[in-house]
């Protein structure tokens, strides 16, 4: 089962969240921003496994991390985290459906 990882990274702790390839939540936590409380959580994922977060402020260590464990990290540009989360949140309001086409790469 192909599952994807989101990352919402702060300073002290980070929101993880896991999907599978359906959109259903697999897991949504929120955990210090420890090797020794994430590798738990993220150690468990198969190699290759993309995991996307916001390219902020002291992600290195992150990265580090993730290709580590084998994962496929991807750096996410603020403004575009922004208007995921803005369209989303439409969608669920019954605001405008569909958030239309991704960005182009």
């Not at 390219?55 to 464990?69: S, T, Y």
Request: proline share 10%; net charge neutral; aromatic share 4%.
């Amino acid at each position: 089962m192909s599952v994807y990882v989101g990352m919402d990274v702060h300073r002290k702790r980070s929101q993880v969240a896991i999907v599978d390839a359906a959109g259903a939540q697999q897991r949504n936590r929120n955990l210090a921003n420890d090797p020794a409380k994430l590798i738990p959580i993220l150690g468990a994922l198969p190699p290759g496994t993309p995991v996307a977060f916001e390219a902020a402020c002291g992600w290195g260590w992150l990265v580090e991390l993730l290709e580590e464990l084998e994962l496929e990290p991807h750096l996410v540009h603020p403004s575009r985290c922004k208007q995921v989360a803005s369209a989303r949140l439409q969608e669920r309001q019954g605001g405008c459906g569909h958030p239309g086409p991704a960005a182009p790469r």
